[in-house]
């Protein structure tokens, strides 16, 4: 009896391993529900004004607590940060000539991993120049830009993701985001 019970399993594995190969079902696309737009303004207490997500949480950069009107929009429900510095020009030697050439060169140390850097000159509804950077491929941050009025004030933003996620998996929140920045960059207003 135990042997046909042995010739029977054997004749079991048998066929059981005769099927065709295996192919394991490829990974799925998180699912990414974004919310209506919406915006509010800037609480006071720094030299600039902008209305930004109400989606967005407005926070104390922990990074450089002397700079207090450095903040980052932390965008919780989807994972991002846009970090904000501001600098005051003509000050311990920041005139407009030299925080241009490093937020340049922030951006471009990205060179390594980037397949490619679009940059945009843009001018605000209050005058001010800004230049966007759009950053594809393997980056830790996706899109950069800076606003200035040329003689006292500049802020720089910076979208960061606390994530290992494919930035192709990324898309759909980093447009939403680029979004949210095209509108907080015109209603940015400086105070004098």
């Known amino acids: 009896m135990s042997k046909n019970l042995n010739l029977l399993i054997s004749i079991m594995f048998i066929f059981a391993g005769c099927s065709e190969d295996y192919l394991p079902k490829p990974m799925g696309y998180n699912r990414i529900d974004l919310p209506e737009r919406a915006f509010i303004s800037l609480e006071n207490g720094r030299p600039y004004t902008f209305e930004h997500s109400v989606h967005a949480l407005v926070e104390v950069d922990s990074f450089n607590l002397q700079e207090t009107a450095w903040i980052n ?3 919780k429900g989807m994972g991002g940060k846009v970090h904000f510095t501001y600098l005051e020009l003509d000050t311990q030697g920041k005139d407009i ?15 390594i991993k980037a397949y490619g850097i679009e940059e945009s000159v843009l001018l605000t509804p209050q005058g001010y120049t800004g230049v966007v950077a759009e950053l594809t491929g393997e980056v830790p941050t996706q899109f950069q830009f800076f606003v200035t009025d040329s003689t006292r004030n500049f802020l720089r933003g910076a979208l960061y993701f606390e994530t290992a996620m494919k930035n192709d998996s990324l898309a759909p929140v980093i447009e939403y985001i680029k979004v949210d920045m095209a509108h907080l960059m015109n209603t940015l207003e400086f105070k004098q």
Do not use: C, E, G, R
Not at 97 to 111: E, G, M, P, R, S
């Open 97 to 111: 000539k030299t925080v241009v050439n490093d937020a340049i060169n922030l951006t471009a140390k990205h060179q």
């Open 73 to 75: 929009l932390n965008y």
